[in-house]
């Protein structure tokens, strides 16, 4: 008996211990897999990049910038060295408020110990224009890119990988000026990620939309649309027609005074973006979204007298007469005028909500205004439902905002997605938030940042993103940056970052460490309460 209960007991311990080996083995197994995944959460949750970049690897140590640190600019000719020079230009004075530092700029490929090299040479084609790859030693960070852009690209990232005192206007001195030791590999998923400011509800000076250009080129968006026109106002200057800004400009939402920009200003803000690699698109909407032109020009009405001028919100009361030459001749002087001063290869050219105007009207209407577009060399955009006109085709972009873009996909047009209960910047967070609109309905930080444009079209006809600030009812920076800010950096790292690689979970801790660097550079952000604690 006893014998026998040994013997099973020795059976049982010899089972046990195979069931022992086999789940560990198993379990090593598993977590091999489970390694890769967690690794990545890993490496970036010690950082606070946005958007996140393709590939981040840290290694051990740091490289530490000093007052003796340099810039070296190199390229694969004269006129890339150059424009490499201007990018260590920029990053120099973001650099030197908070750390003090007047770095050198060398032109040269041998770094010294303690400097930042910024390089094409050695970059690659798969890059793109846009991706760079940034080796970060303790005694070097390099970024190499194909292009002078994605180097300007890459400068982001570096900025972001320095305490966040870096981006203070005001000296720092008990900081230590680190980066870790890490190798990124980065590129971005969509070639178009765009804000837009309508300046036409309310109006918005030079320096403050330069302001909002600079704030946004840090997370990497390179498109900023000008929704230059509307029922409100007119705001760019144009040297023919120049009643469209002494009457269509001279007022906005409200009754206040309006404004506008020469041209000489508007170039100067094309200049500007383009430096940060943005590019500038303007848009005249039309047909609808006119009554600022027809309340300048009496012979763009029926009547042959000017319209009113309007500063209250509603939409779809005003329109172009689209069996007018005059209207026509008008419209091309316009486009002329500003494809002149607009280097972007893009003309938008509105098409929403034309609500007076007959569906037959506005097909050719808009049909003819695209091609005159195209006549100056430009490829038109126009918001939806300017894809059911039968004249427009796939030379014409899509700006989807409501959720019809079949006929877009059967003509296989190009989209740029601003679906409205997901990318609009002026609707509200929630009920409480005091500014925006609610028609869309809210939405939170979380809405913003947990979306993919393949929701709403097929990968290969979708350009990018746009995230849109319609102004009805903002007038001030501040509003104007509670409503951007912090949504526009889950709409950077949507058109940035693979959507494999997005979690909101994990978004969230990097966007509570970036709220210091928005604070840091006094945007107004709304600090929603679920994030900041
Ligand atoms: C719709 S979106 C509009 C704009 C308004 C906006 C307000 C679009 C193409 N048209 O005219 O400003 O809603 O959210």
């Known amino acids: 008996m006893k014998k026998k209960h040994n013997k099973s007991f020795k059976s049982l311990s010899l089972i046990m211990l195979a069931i022992l080996i086999l789940t560990f083995y198993s379990i090593s197994l598993f977590r091999d897999k489970e390694e890769v995944q967690s690794v990545f959460v890993e490496e970036t949750s010690d950082n606070d990049i946005i958007p996140k970049p393709l590939r981040y690897e840290k290694g051990t140590g740091k490289f530490l910038l000093t007052k003796d640190s340099s810039i070296y600019v190199k390229g694969n000719n004269e006129a890339e060295t150059e424009e490499l020079s201007r990018i260590a230009e920029l990053l120099k004075e973001k650099l030197k408020p908070s750390t003090g530092f007047e770095l050198n700029i060398i032109r040269g490929e041998k770094p010294a110990v303690s400097s930042i090299y910024l390089t094409t040479i050695g970059g690659e084609e798969a890059q793109g224009n846009e991706g760079y790859k940034m080796i970060t030693t303790s005694e070097n960070v390099k970024i190499i890119a194909y292009k002078p852009e994605g180097v300007f690209r890459g400068v982001q990232t570096l900025k972001q990988l320095l305490p966040t005192d870096i981006v203070k206007s005001t000296l720092v001195t008990n ?98 973006a383009a430096d940060r690699y943005i590019e500038i698109i303007p848009e005249v909407d039309m047909p609808g979204h006119s009554n600022a032109a027809l309340a300048s020009y009496g012979f763009l009405n029926p009547d042959g007298k000017r319209k009113p001028l309007y500063t209250g919100t509603d939409v779809g ?119 925006g609109l609610d028609w869309a309905g809210y939405i939170p930080i979380e809405t913003a940042y947990k979306w993919d ?41 949507i058109g940035w970052t693979p959507k494999e690689l997005r979690n909101w979970d994990e978004y969230k801790i990097r966007l509570e460490k970036q709220g210091e660097r928005l604070s840091n550079q006094g945007i107004n952000y709304y600090r929603d309460s679920g994030i900041w604690k």
């Open 175 to 272: 900081v230590e000026w680190s980066i870790p030791v890490s190798t990124i590999n980065d590129k971005p998923e969509y070639q178009y990620r765009g804000l837009m400011i309508d300046v036409a509800r309310h109006f918005f000076t030079e320096d403050e939309i330069k302001r909002q250009i600079d704030y946004a080129a840090q997370y990497k968006i390179n498109r900023v649309h000008l929704h230059l026109t509307d029922d409100q106002g007119w705001r760019i200057e144009i040297k023919k027609y120049p009643d469209l800004t002494l009457i269509g400009g001279s007022t906005e939402v409200g009754g206040g005074p309006g404004g506008y920009y020469t041209q000489d200003q508007f170039k100067s803000i094309v200049k500007y």
């Open 453 to 493: 444009p393949t929701e709403y079209a097929p990968r290969d006809l979708i350009l990018g993103l746009e995230a849109p600030l319609w102004t009805e009812t903002i007038s001030t920076v501040e509003q104007m940056d509670f409503m951007i800010y912090p949504r526009l950096l889950g709409y950077a790292e």
């Open 317 to 435: 009361f005003s329109s172009f007469m689209t069996h007018s030459e005059k209207t026509y001749e008008f419209i091309s002087d316009v486009i002329k005028e500003i494809s002149e001063i607009s280097p972007s290869k893009y003309f938008h050219i509105g098409g929403d909500e034309a609500e007076s105007t007959k569906k037959a009207d506005y097909d050719y209407f808009v049909g003819r205004v695209a091609k005159i577009v195209e006549g100056y060399g430009k490829t038109p955009i126009g918001w939806d439902p300017i894809d059911t006109a039968p004249e427009i085709n796939s030379s014409v972009v899509l700006q989807n905002w409501k959720d019809s873009n079949e006929a877009a996909r059967e003509k296989k047009m190009k989209m740029i997605i601003s679906i409205a209960s997901k990318a609009y910047l002026d609707m509200k967070y929630n009920e409480s938030t005091p500014y």
